[in-house]
């Protein structure tokens, strides 16, 4: 059996989720209706919504359905529920002009009007980022850096050599092929004269300083 | 639309009844832009309708535009027109250069008649300004 007396000794409180009415009406219980409208829109001073989500949201207008409202950028939702804006003095003076003929509306009144709604345009929601350049850039740079670590610690040992470069074992190679007498047509074979015991004219291209070395003892051996 | 009716579309008012049409008080005989006066909606319903005009699978025409456009105007919200320009201009999807011009030769008159000034003079038919994507931060 578990023993549970230790924590019963120990009394936690139990963590209840607070519900919304309590959570949003309890900041304004103590204080009047009247502390958080601001009368600066004319018509505005109370809209439906003002008091119980100013926390939430500010002193911005609820113009939507929704039952806590945000703002959101989006081509499926084009029209949010709330204006992404505060309410200033400045805009109470340009709702005003709203009201009347939109034809004395200058360019940037509409313009102001537009980002006092909304935060962006859709077609810059519709903009690319041009992250696919950072991680190009990002994947170069690291490959760049694994190149280097390859070159110069992976060739810097000679521990990390492999015998068969070396040129023992190459010529001990060669001769057994030599006797052998693998790819006579188009290979080594075709490239050794064995009536004369000694490599054509053609093998100096595969050959260097060194390798030449080898060459000469293996046609004296023959 | 001569074109349209040779791809095989139909207008946007003979795709049938939809969900806001029962919420308002009706006229009970009349054409569907009739039954519905969009002019005469509250500016919470005219977001509604943007956002289903969005989800909906069509460019809306361009009656029904003009009734939104209006019933902008009586709400006296400039940027709700705009925004549903936008709407109806991305609606368009590839063939946004056949259907905008005709849509915007239809409405010319009543935008000029409000007031409205088009998405090329406000600049918005390009993005204006630039917004730091949050999770490049």
């Not at chain 1, 991680?135 to 490959?143: E, H, Q, R, V, Y």
Request: aromatic fraction near 10%; charge should be negative; proline fraction near 7%.
């Amino acid at each position: 059996m578990l023993r549970c007396a230790p924590r019963a000794l120990k009394k936690q409180p139990i963590w209840v989720a607070p519900s919304r009415n309590i959570a949003l009406t309890s900041v304004n219980r103590d204080a009047p209706a009247t502390t958080g409208s601001k009368a600066v829109l004319p018509g505005h001073e109370y809209y439906p919504g003002k008091e119980e989500y100013s926390p939430v949201i500010g002193h911005r207008e609820i113009v939507g359905h929704g039952e806590i409202p945000y703002y959101t950028d989006s081509f499926t939702v084009p029209c949010p529920a709330i204006r992404f804006r505060e309410v200033d003095e400045a805009l109470g003076k340009l709702r005003e002009k709203e009201k009347g003929d939109w034809k004395l509306l200058s360019l940037e009144d509409k313009k102001t009007l537009y980002r006092a709604s909304f935060n962006s345009t859709l077609e810059e929601v519709r903009a690319p980022s041009g992250d696919w350049k950072r991680c190009i850039g990002d994947n170069a740079i690291l490959m760049a850096l694994m190149f280097l670590g390859v070159s110069v610690i992976g060739f810097a040992d000679p521990q990390y050599e492999p015998k068969t470069v070396t040129n023992e074992w190459v010529d001990a190679q060669t001769e057994y092929l030599i006797k052998r007498r693998v790819q006579p047509v188009d290979g080594i074979a075709s490239w050794y004269d064995y009536e004369n015991n000694k490599f054509k004219p053609t093998w100096s291209i595969f050959t260097t300083k060194e390798t030449s070395k080898s060459v000469k003892t293996l046609s004296e051996k023959e | 639309m001569f074109k349209a009716a040779a791809a095989g579309l139909r207008p946007y008012s003979e795709t049938g009844p939809r969900p806001h049409t029962s919420l308002y008080p009706v006229v009970s005989e009349g054409t569907w832009l009739e039954k519905n006066n969009y002019a005469q909606f509250d500016g919470w319903e005219l977001r509604q309708l943007i956002n289903f005009v969005a989800a909906d699978d069509g460019v809306p025409e361009p009656e029904i535009i003009i009734e939104v456009l209006k019933g902008c105007r009586n709400n006296n919200d400039y940027a709700l027109a705009t925004r549903f320009l936008e709407v109806v201009r991305l609606k368009g999807g590839n063939k946004m250069s056949e259907t905008w011009p005709y849509i915007m030769q239809e409405i010319g008159p009543t935008m000029q008649e409000l007031g409205i000034s088009t998405l090329k003079e406000m600049g918005y038919e390009e993005p204006e300004l630039w917004l730091e994507n949050v999770d490049d931060m």
